[in-house]
């Protein structure tokens, strides 16, 4: 694509509409002109802070996530560690642990099962998507040994400020401030920093980015411990928006959360993907719910629209750029 | 010098080509070591678990895994993934399950060859999208995953109202057909034995089969002596749909119901059966007797939670674990293949 910008000028303008980001921003343009006009209260302010509450968790989740699948990896587990985080927390919540208390314990159990994959992906050198479709069975898992049947609830009202408070009087929701913070942090990092281009590096090619001395050992287990943190985090937040947990808590949220890093540009096969796009692409499936939810429309329908908008973007993307290179290649 | 040399280079690989054989045959040999194992464990712990209906009840649970992951090994040696079998089956199930409730004529025989028919365009249609869209599988399935499980809703909503199809929507026949017999064996494992048997000969002696393997170990080599390898990464998803389908309709006879949500994580644990059969998710390599020992494993382990009284809650983490033990304890195995061959070069 950068080589086509440079080569021909009249090509830049079509170029920049080929860029993924600007793309989806432009999908969410027509999608919320349609949307306004024909849904009463949509753009009604406190409605529009109030949406953000349903991505709050798989947004922060997402981020990290954007990071992991640049590098060519893939974390299956992240649902998993926030049930298993969120079920660690309230069960010794409920054996007379301090709420702040059973709140760090849920980050650290989140923390380690996030090092787990990672030590294990490192130091065995095996595949991320293996060893993390084990551990999303066997976190889960020991999620149900804690708690079986039970939910637990009766959080004392300051721990449901993290998922439910506003900032003072003001419409917006505490977690939404938290998510722009690391979702700025985030963007800097890969963006900005060397650490952003080392990861970059190990997506394009893992063995030259070894050989010209990047700890690709270090940043992927970095990564896997942050995402297990960040998934760690997240379960505290939705535990505490829902006010109760079970172990089934967050179930399926691993599929939600990467088809949201794919749908907002990151390729699968790692080396490819813009920070903006996968912030994008939250809001603009969260918009989306927010919309059709609305009109009534059904969850199960929810999920045609976010698989069929995967694969339909992904389509139009790979068309238009072979059509692109084909005009280059007669000239 | 030349001749020496090539000499050499015969020895070397024929030395190597029978370690690997070896090493293969050692594959599935410890995989069934650790099946004998477990089968000895848990009849220790519990009598009941060796006797005929038990059995019997772990085959009639595993067939329908054990069928599916036939198609799901073919794709991961194709060097793709498959995660859309579990709503797929769903999908399938349901479409024939309303035919049926409306239809109590058609006999058993002819659902399951319209469920293959129902699967067999699912499966295309993801065959289409990665082959033709160039889409990667593991987002291609991702998104159809949602997609077929918000059709089968819709479907049943527009059909039925939202009610689901349960065994008093069923005819007799068609109830009955799962459980009922064939020269004493059950049809469900029937079927599975039979479709076991088309695979193996499939995939060992049919030149399609063993090009599946070639595009899967290297896609390179295959492209230059000439495989197609459009048709080759297309077949397994389409071999992938139907026998989700024929599975679905399985289930809804199996279970006697057909619900909206029948199938969820379903291909977690045909994954789980596959990877556990020794099949390697980087592609190239995998085995008709691996998955049916990794199903088999599956399956008893299903069975023998229950049997053993732990709690069903341990299931999922046993499962995770014994993935992880699978992966852990194949890797340190094929580093000591690869260390001997090494050294065999050295001399």
Not at chain 1, 126 to 132: F, G, K, R, S, V
Not at chain 2, 118 to 135: E, P, R, Y
């Amino acid at each position: 694509m950068e080589m086509i910008d440079k080569s021909k000028k009249t090509f830049s303008v079509k170029s920049f509409f080929l860029r993924w980001e600007v793309l989806l921003l432009l999908i969410f343009i027509v999608y919320n002109i349609i949307i306004i006009f024909t849904t009463p209260y949509y753009l009604d302010i406190n409605n529009i802070f109030d949406m953000t509450f349903i991505f709050t968790e798989k947004g922060l989740v997402a981020l990290i996530m954007a990071f992991i699948i640049i590098t060519g990896n893939v974390d299956l587990s992240v649902a998993s560690i926030m049930g298993l985080s969120s079920v660690a927390m309230a069960a010794s919540y409920q054996a007379g642990v301090n709420i702040w208390a059973a709140f760090l314990i849920g980050l650290l159990i989140g923390t380690s099962a996030g090092f787990l994959n990672g030590m294990i992906i490192t130091r065995l050198s095996l595949p991320a998507i293996i060893i993390t479709l084990a551990t999303y069975s066997f976190y889960r898992g020991i999620a149900y040994v804690i708690l079986g049947n039970e939910a637990v609830s009766g959080f004392t009202k300051k721990f449901s400020y993290i998922g439910q408070g506003y900032i003072g009087n003001s419409p917006v929701p505490f977690p939404l401030i938290i998510f722009l913070i690391i979702a700025v942090i985030s963007i800097i990092i890969l963006h900005r920093t060397t650490f952003g281009r080392m990861v970059y590096a190990i997506g394009l090619n893992e063995k030259a980015a070894f050989a010209s001395g990047i700890p690709i050992k270090k940043i992927k287990l970095l990564l896997f411990t942050l995402s297990g943190f960040m998934s760690g985090f997240a379960g505290m937040i939705i535990t505490s928006r829902i006010g109760n947990t079970r172990p089934n808590i967050a179930t399926g949220f691993e599929l939600e959360i990467i088809t949201i890093v794919i749908l907002g540009g990151v390729m699968i096969t790692g080396g490819v993907g813009n920070m903006w796009g996968v912030f994008i692409s939250i809001v603009l499936i969260s918009t989306i719910r927010y919309g059709l939810g609305f009109h009534n429309v059904p969850g199960q329908i929810m999920l045609v629209v976010t698989g069929g908008l995967l694969i339909s973007s992904i389509l139009i993307n790979n068309f238009l750029k072979t059509f692109v290179s084909n005009r280059v290649l007669k000239r | 010098m030349a001749k020496k040399d090539n000499n050499f280079k015969k020895t070397d690989t024929g030395n190597s080509s029978s370690l690997m054989l070896k090493f293969a045959g050692f594959r599935e040999m410890g995989i069934f070591v650790f099946l004998i194992i477990l089968v000895i464990v848990i009849s220790i712990r519990s009598p009941v678990f060796l006797t005929f209906e038990n059995i019997y009840d772990i085959g009639l649970d595993t067939a329908i895994l054990a069928i599916i992951a036939v198609g799901e090994m073919m794709v991961i040696i194709t060097r793709g993934i498959d995660i859309s079998v579990g709503t797929g089956l769903g999908l399938s199930g349901m479409v024939v399950a309303l035919i049926l409730a409306e239809n109590w004529w058609i006999p058993p025989w002819l659902a399951i060859l319209m469920g293959i028919a129902v699967g067999a365009i699912l499966g295309s249609f993801n065959g289409l999208l990665i082959v033709k869209g160039k889409i990667p599988p593991i987002i291609a399935t991702l998104g159809t995953m949602s997609v077929f499980r918000g059709i089968t809703f819709i479907i049943n909503f527009q059909v039925a109202g939202g009610q689901w199809v349960s065994a008093h929507n069923l005819s007799d026949s068609f109830k009955a057909f799962a459980r009922s017999t064939f020269l004493k064996i059950p049809n469900l494992i029937l079927i599975a034995i039979i479709i076991y048997i088309i695979f193996y000969y499939f995939l060992n002696h049919t030149v399609t089969g063993r090009q599946i393997y070639a595009v899967g170990s290297s896609p390179e080599s295959a492209k230059v002596i000439g495989i197609n390898i459009d048709k080759i990464t297309f077949l397994p998803y389409l071999f992938t749909g139907m026998l989700f389908g024929m599975g679905g309709v399985l289930w809804v006879s199996r279970y006697t119901a057909a619900q909206t949500d029948s199938g969820t994580g379903f291909e977690f644990t045909v994954i789980t059966a596959v990877v556990v059969g020794g099949v390697a998710i980087a592609g190239g390599s995998g085995s008709i007797f691996g998955i049916l020992l990794g199903s088999i494993i599956i399956g008893v382990i299903n069975n023998a939670v229950h049997l053993i009284r732990v709690s069903p809650f341990w299931k999922l983490a046993i499962y995770g674990f014994i993935i992880l033990l699978a992966v852990i304890v194949d890797k340190a195995i094929s580093r000591r293949i690869n260390k001997a061959l090494l050294e065999r070069r050295k001399i």
